[in-house]
């Protein structure tokens, strides 16, 4: 005789939490997410389906396979996991389990999701995040992003907070997470107008953008100047 789980029909989706890269597409007009370990190579959606990472052709969450989204039911076990060297630029993940789910002791695995609110942690140097920028790596058509503050954006490709939530639609909020210096800036949902937090996230960014491309061209006059004088002298 074989046991079968108890199904369960829960008044209202089930809340998880984990952890995802941020990522812009190639032409910056979308925002998403990539997975940290089995499904990393298919970027979703804020609202997205799951697919088998294996191209079989049945619905996830197959009992004998892998597929399917995967979150904890714990918010500090997912924060552990950004104690790991390869996961500190990571966004922590609030999602809504969607659809079809298959219980663990520690978490779901489970059909469709909605991405409620993402939470990015500190810069590099310390800072409170104020954008999300170029990480240097990527998947196919996909720019992998990392939190980082006003002061070190610099030329790179990145986008406000704000900004990462507009482009990834779906009422998505993201927000800068404690334990950097300054003050945190506001996630903004989709459709919501600008506030103070999101505006002064959005100046201190493109004045630390303007910052750079006057030092740039600060030092391209130098080498001009420079160029002339041992001209003459020669």
Not at 8 to 14: L, S
Not at 110 to 129: D, E, S, W
Request: proline share 6%.
């Amino acid at each position: 005789m074989r046991l079968r789980l108890p199904a369960e029909r829960p008044a209202r989706p089930p809340t998880g939490y984990k952890i995802a890269h941020p990522v812009l597409s190639q032409d910056g007009t979308r925002a998403g997410f990539t997975g940290v370990s089995l499904g990393g190579a298919l970027p979703y959606a804020v609202l997205d389906d799951a697919s088998c990472v294996y191209g079989r052709r049945h619905r996830p969450p197959a009992r004998l396979c892998d597929c399917g989204f995967h979150c904890v039911h714990d918010r500090a076990a997912a924060e552990a996991m950004l104690c790991t060297a390869e996961h500190r630029a990571a966004l922590l993940l609030e999602v809504s389990v969607l659809g079809a789910y298959i219980r663990f002791e520690r978490g779901f695995r489970y059909a469709r999701q909605r991405v409620r609110t993402a939470t990015a942690g500190p810069c590099a140097c310390g800072a409170t995040a104020a954008a999300l920028a170029d990480a240097g790596w990527g998947r196919p058509g996909w720019k992998a992003l990392v939190p980082v503050c006003a002061g070190c954006v610099r030329g790179r490709t990145s986008v406000s907070l704000a900004g990462f939530a507009r482009l990834a639609g779906e009422g998505l909020r993201v927000v800068a997470g404690e334990g950097g210096t300054g003050h945190p800036s506001a996630g903004l949902a989709v459709g919501a107008e600008p506030g103070v937090p999101e505006l002064a996230a959005e100046a201190a960014l493109l004045q630390a953008r303007l910052d750079w491309f006057q030092s740039q061209l600060a030092r391209l006059g130098e080498r001009g100047n420079g160029g002339s004088a041992a001209g003459l002298t020669d």
